[in-house]
């Protein structure tokens, strides 16, 4: 007979392979699919998303996990089967409160969305993705109302992505993080020391940029047999199991910094998942500990390895190297000092680490604001204007620039962007944590070495997948909660240096 564990360990399983299956097939819509392909995959991801959401929530599920919960009642609490069995439970029960075909629905309108939203941004053309986005805030309101009663309303967009977060706690960390950011860009402006990132716009070859950018992320440890790189407009990663990992990524054919640092991005979500323990295959582990965890990832490859002088003084003679004509006479700290310009600038994707969090603050007030109705569709591109303004001293010459340059409205995330900001804040508390247990790590870094970083990420966060919630994580790790000052001084540092505050 097998134990109540496996019974459950197998319906999760069929969970798992049903929504993967749907995830290959948002895959393919993001790289391959031919423009007409768009109205039946909607109807296909919606049917399948479907079908995964009613086994989820089966009396059959729920009764399974009700017979693990007793029979791994007192198991060890590290153990998988302690751990996915409560976790799941988790899931079934928030899962359980939304009814099967609003998902149906929701999925077929998300899907229709995002491909008006591919049509409309280039157009800067507002008005066409308006019904669409209309749809989707009310759709994103009657979410909320699944999850009554709440202590905000915007609390369960939040939790969907960061479980266990509270809108009230990011609101702390952001009014932490708003004056001191404010502040640090103000002084960086009034030095009057401007930085010159012209080498980084120059024409490059993107043959060459997608080879020197997949040589770094295989140096980091993505591993290109358990995954493949693509290109897509929104760089972004998926799981389609512990074997299969794949990322995609954005050349600019005038501008070395987008595919550069978005590949570096993206390889940073895609070791989190090809790290889970192979004990954890075929359940929602895989996926990781949040959003928020998952950035800290990303952001941490991204930024505190990639935007650093340890990493360009192994890397850049090869970039020179490559790119001869553009960066030959380039030397390193005039590259590194350009590709940590601070300037407040409109597209959140380009900014800088300094502004970064201000583009995540504007649209986290957008959506509490829409979400207590305070706001309506319509009026968005107005308000977010006049807060672009407000955080960052501009103002956006059409949406295309503005309210439409990011796919997450369009593709239903509500309640996603706080945790760009959270990652950040994660990464460099985890990073603190890594140069005490790595005391040469920079030395590692301008070595090209990356083995002892990576190792040191798998045996203390991407094992355990989901195992533990974010800030528990967190709390096992770094022995505190999350916080703003780490990383409040590791900008004030950095900046510092680069503009002699
Ligand atoms: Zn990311």
Redesign the pocket.
């Known amino acids: 007979m097998p134990s109540h564990y496996e019974r459950l360990r197998n319906l999760i399983g069929t969970y798992s392979d049903i929504d993967r299956a749907g995830q290959v097939l948002d895959w393919d819509q993001q790289t391959y699919m031919p423009p007409g392909g768009a109205i039946e995959r909607a109807e296909q991801v919606s049917t399948l998303n479907r079908l995964a959401h009613e086994h989820l929530v089966s009396d059959e599920m729920g009764e399974a996990i009700e017979a693990a919960l007793h029979e791994t009642a007192n198991a060890d609490r590290d153990t998988d089967e302690h751990r996915v069995v409560r976790h799941m439970s988790r899931f079934y029960t928030k899962r359980r409160r939304i009814p099967a075909e609003w998902i149906g629905e929701w999925t077929r309108i998300t899907s229709l969305a995002q491909n008006a939203w591919e049509k409309a941004r280039p157009a800067s053309d507002f008005a066409a993705f308006l019904p669409h986005l209309e749809k989707i805030i009310d759709y994103r309101r009657q979410y909320s109302e699944f999850f009554a009663p709440y202590d905000h309303v915007y609390d369960p967009q939040l939790d969907y992505f960061e479980p266990g977060m509270k809108t009230a706690e990011v609101r702390a960390v952001f009014a932490e993080l708003r004056p001191a950011q404010v502040e640090l860009v103000q002084a960086i402006a009034d030095r009057g020391r401007p930085v010159d990132d012209a080498p980084l716009h120059q024409a490059f070859d993107i043959q060459k940029q997608w080879d020197f950018g997949v040589d770094v992320v295989t140096q980091f440890g993505y591993d290109f047999t358990r995954g493949r790189q693509d290109r897509s407009a929104h760089p972004f990663t998926t799981f389609f199991g512990l074997g299969d990992v794949r990322i995609t990524t954005r050349f600019l054919g005038d501008y070395i910094g987008s595919g550069l640092f978005s590949t570096m991005?993206e390889s940073g979500?895609a070791m989190y998942g090809q790290g889970v323990s192979p004990s954890l295959a075929r359940t929602e582990n895989i996926h990781g500990a949040s959003y928020a965890f998952?950035?800290s990832q990303?952001r941490m490859w991204e930024n505190l390895v990639g935007r650093s002088r340890p990493f360009w003084k192994a890397f850049y003679p090869k970039l020179q190297k490559t790119f001869f004509a553009q960066l030959g006479s380039v030397d390193l700290e005039t590259f590194y000092r350009a590709i940590n310009k601070v300037e407040r600038s409109l597209i959140r994707v380009e900014a800088d680490e300094a502004t970064y969090n201000l583009h995540i603050m504007l649209r986290f007030e957008l959506e509490l604001d829409l979400m207590e109705k305070r706001l309506e569709a319509r009026d968005l591109p107005e308000a977010w204007n006049r807060k672009v303004k407000d955080y960052l001293g501009l103002t956006p010459k059409n949406d295309r620039e503005g309210v439409l340059q990011d796919i997450h409205w369009s593709a239903g995330y509500v309640g996603y962007f706080p945790t760009y900001s959270l990652g950040n804040l994660i990464s460099v508390q985890l990073w603190e944590q890594i140069r005490k247990d790595l005391p040469d790590l920079e030395r590692q870094i301008e070595g090209a070495r990356f083995a002892d970083l990576l190792a040191w990420l798998r045996e203390k966060i991407h094992r355990h997948g989901a195992k533990y919630e974010p800030v528990e994580l967190l709390r096992r790790i770094t022995g505190q909660g999350l916080q703003a000052a780490p990383y409040l001084e590791y900008l004030r540092t950095k900046y510092g240096e680069i503009y002699g505050l």
Do not use: D
């Open positions: 991005h979500h998952h950035e990303s």
